[in-house]
């Protein structure tokens, strides 16, 4: 499903934040990067994301070289495969659950029962449907991480992407999160987390942990 | 750009009331540059037009008799001597002049009359229809009407000759001026009682006022008279209306200086904007990014966030210009414009008369520059590989 | 006293009797008549001038008007001259012309501009079936007239001192001045000989003709 070959990835002239790296995930797996602050692994997930381009090498995802996408059809690659839930969340505290979950959609322009239909099965997939009118800033920290689940599931992707989810939450909600995670799996996504949790490495259900360190892996 | 996209727009509008101090700054400026601006171009234009309406009310040529430098009686034979000109249609002998009230501090403007001559004013011709002025009676505006009767003369007034006998007229009835400002302190009555009032004798008068029904000719005409007549003033209406253009001087410089503080305070903003987002607004372009905004998308709703923005501070500048000028009259700053140039602006109606031509200019001066400004570097940062935003 | 004496004072006796004013025709027809007109129309409109033989007699029935026996002695003259003059003399006559006024669509058939922004100059040949064609200067109304000569009803133009519409055929016209029309130099129209001549010499015109003898090639030579 997702193919990195020998990709590299430098910065201006000398910093190399990925090095020759060669990746395979098959569809519906769960990956674990794993490495500390400045690894590399956040790099990974921009270039599967097509947030980046490679230096040298390919990115693959599903079968499309998507290095040598130009914007429009990057963006719409994006849009329609993947999901990504940031450290930080990054929604958009005044506007409403509702408004922040379609945000991905608003440049297509859909018609408003249909918009209002795409966001209610998926508040309800992720149970905040009940807040879906309320604006982000009122919400718990566990109710926005959800929202921002929701968010990235919005287009149904097939790649969810998770970066340090976990990073701001308490074991409470870190579990909570990692049963989504399960859940998710169970609808075949390919999801890629990078995280230096251990939480995750004892996980039953992870199908591969990829060791980073100095944008090598191990 | 085919249909507007609500969702965008909706997403502009929240983002700009995120970052509301700013943009409140922004919108200040912008439309007290609008405002400004547009309040110049009101004032000028609604008076240039005015002006130019009151001039078409008055004589081809006009000519006045100098003597030691000042205006002096002129004498009818003059006349019949300059309607030998060829190209010279009509013509007569004026008399009119101030008066000053001294009781009421008032001037009036006395207009001798002759029933049975060529009149250009559409407001005697009118009057001079209805009502028919014997030589011991008058005809006044309102507004001297009231004045006379704050000094009880209700019926009658008495005017004190150069001899210091009085003369006294009957107030036959009082007119309504309308929308002739100028004339709000206007008296007619017949050319006779007026020269004895002013002290002329039988033959004289103040001016002489000639048409000329060819407007080629005009100019050259004016300067046929001036080597005529060495000693006289001879003003064509072309000359009034070059110097009233004159008198527009743009370079005026209290405007000016006001309207150079706002331009320079917009370009700053402009140049502020164009320079780059903050790292905030980087982060946020990159978030859109993220979940699958293209380009296109991004600069679509910056464009709305800056149309909704330059939009509501023009119209709003435009507006207030407007209340400023037209409903209000313009208090102090209109009398920029008059005062330097001799002219109350008390006495003009300043009447809605806009060109939209300076509208479209002033338009075009800030609406664009803005959106561009916004767009740029919006355009700039979204090109950009976004994964800083993954940090 | 000596016969001529005698003569003398009997003219001087005579003329005085009869005390038609003299002033200046220019005087007369752009102050006099345009008051006594105004004064006959207002006061006293029922005098009819053909009822008296004589300047005199008119004057002495204005003087026992209802209407205008109170005027002052300068009206009832402007009175008395208009009515003699104009109204039985017929020394002005007051002619009825067409109309000069062009619609916005009106172009000149010769050069194509537009009539409505020249209406200083707009001239117009009137055929006999009716049909009207406007022109934007008389050079231009020639050159189509000397091909178009048949069954012409009247043609007319503006008297450029006074605006006039009059008959084109009976005009002068000055060529070769410093005055341009919209097609550059021009024939320019004047009523009378009088104001043909004053323009030349003001505006440096070469000769003043008449409507008959305007030939092609004079209409020509103004192209160069």
Request: net charge positive.
């Amino acid at each position: 499903m997702i193919k990195l070959e020998n990709v590299s990835k430098i910065y201006g002239k000398n910093i190399k934040a990925l090095q020759d790296i060669s990746l395979k995930f098959a569809e519906g797996e769960l990956i674990i990067l794993k490495g500390v602050s400045g690894s590399g692994k956040s790099t990974i997930l921009s270039l599967i994301a097509g947030l980046s381009k490679p230096t040298f090498g390919e990115v693959i995802v599903d079968g499309k070289k998507i290095s040598k996408l130009p914007d429009h059809f990057a963006a719409s690659y994006r849009r329609d495969n993947i999901g990504i839930v940031f450290q930080k969340y990054n929604l958009i505290p005044e506007l409403s659950v509702q408004e922040n979950v379609l945000l991905p959609l608003f440049p297509l322009n859909l018609p408003r029962e249909d918009m209002r239909q795409k966001a209610k099965k998926v508040l309800e997939m992720f149970s905040i449907e009940h807040k879906s009118s309320l604006m982000v800033r009122n919400l718990s920290g566990g109710e926005q991480q959800r929202v921002a689940i929701s968010r990235a599931n919005i287009n149904d992707p097939k790649i969810i992407l998770a970066d340090e989810p976990t990073a701001n939450l308490d074991e409470k909600l870190s579990r909570e999160f990692i049963e989504i995670l399960r859940e998710l799996k169970s609808k075949n996504r390919t999801i890629v987390v990078a995280t230096h949790d251990p939480l995750f490495f004892e996980l039953d259900f992870v199908d591969k942990i990829v060791n980073i360190e100095h944008g090598k892996l191990l | 750009m085919n249909k507007i996209n609500f969702y965008l727009l909706e997403y502009a509008y929240s983002y700009i009331v995120r970052h509301k101090n700013k943009n409140i700054f922004i919108v200040t400026v912008f439309t007290l540059l609008v405002a400004l601006l547009s309040t110049l171009f009101f004032i000028t234009s609604s008076l240039q037009y005015e002006l130019k309406e009151r001039i078409s009310n008055q004589s081809d040529i006009v000519i006045q008799n100098y003597k030691a430098g000042m205006p002096a009686a002129i004498d009818t034979a003059l006349l019949d001597k300059l309607l030998e000109i060829e190209g010279i249609t009509a013509g007569k002998l004026e008399v009119k002049g101030k008066y000053y009230f001294s009781q009421k501090k008032s001037t009036f403007y006395l207009l001798g009359v002759d029933a049975f001559e060529m009149q250009d004013d559409p407001l005697i011709v009118k009057l001079l229809d209805q009502y028919d002025l014997s030589d011991s009676e008058m005809l006044v505006s309102k507004n001297v009407k009231d004045v006379m009767n704050q000094a009880y003369y209700k019926e009658y007034f008495n005017f004190i000759k150069p001899d210091g006998s009085l003369q006294k007229v009957t107030i036959k009835a009082a007119f309504d001026v309308g929308n002739r400002v100028e004339l709000k302190n206007l008296i007619i009555m017949s050319k006779d009682t007026l020269r004895k009032i002013f002290g002329y004798s039988a033959n004289k008068g103040s001016d002489i006022a000639l048409s000329v029904a060819n407007k080629n000719e005009l100019d050259f005409i004016s300067s046929k008279i001036r080597l005529l007549l060495p000693n006289a003033k001879v003003t064509s209406k072309d000359d009034l209306l070059l110097e009233y253009d004159r008198l527009f001087d743009y370079d005026s410089g209290v405007f000016l200086s006001l309207f150079v503080i706002a331009l320079f305070t917009f370009f700053i903003i402009i140049y502020d904007k164009a320079n780059g987002l903050s790292s905030e607004e980087k982060r946020e372009i990159g978030i859109l990014k993220a979940i699958g905004w293209c380009v296109e998308d991004v600069l679509h709703a910056k464009f709305y966030e800056a149309s909704l923005l330059s939009f509501f501070a023009f119209t709003l500048g435009i507006a207030i210009a407007f209340v400023y000028v037209f409903v209000f009259k313009a208090p102090l700053l209109g009398a920029i414009f008059t005062h330097e140039n001799m002219l109350d602006i008390q006495n003009f109606q300043l009447n809605v008369h806009i060109e939209l031509s300076y509208i479209l200019l002033i338009f075009l001066l800030s609406v664009p520059v803005y959106i561009a400004a916004t767009l740029i570097p919006s355009w700039r940062v979204a090109t950009l590989d976004a994964d800083e935003v993954m940090r | 006293m000596s016969l001529f004496k005698l003569f003398f004072l009997f003219f001087v006796f005579v003329s005085t009797l009869f005390a038609y004013p003299n002033y200046s025709d220019s005087l007369k027809s752009k102050k006099i008549y345009p008051m006594g007109k105004k004064i006959f129309q207002k006061k006293c409109a029922d005098i009819n001038v053909n009822n008296y033989k004589s300047y005199d007699a008119l004057v002495d029935a204005i003087k026992n008007t209802k209407g205008c026996r109170k005027l002052k002695s300068s009206y009832q003259e402007a009175l008395a001259l208009y009515l003699w003059d104009v109204q039985r003399e017929a020394k002005v006559v007051e002619k009825k012309y067409p109309s000069l006024a062009v619609s916005h669509k009106e172009k000149c058939p010769i050069c194509g501009m537009f009539l409505y922004k020249y209406p200083r100059w707009v001239s117009m040949i009137e055929y006999k079936e009716g049909k009207k064609v406007y022109f934007d200067g008389m050079k231009d109304l020639f050159k189509y007239y000397f091909k178009h000569k048949k069954d012409i009803k009247g043609i007319y133009t503006r008297a450029y001192y006074t605006q006039e519409t009059i008959d084109a055929k009976d005009a002068y016209y000055v060529i070769g001045s410093d005055v341009y029309g919209p097609m550059g130099h021009e024939l320019i129209g004047f009523k009378d000989k009088k104001g043909a001549k004053q323009f030349l010499f003001d505006h440096r015109g070469k000769t003043v003709v008449r409507f008959d003898d305007v030939t092609a090639a004079m209409v020509h030579k103004l192209d160069e």
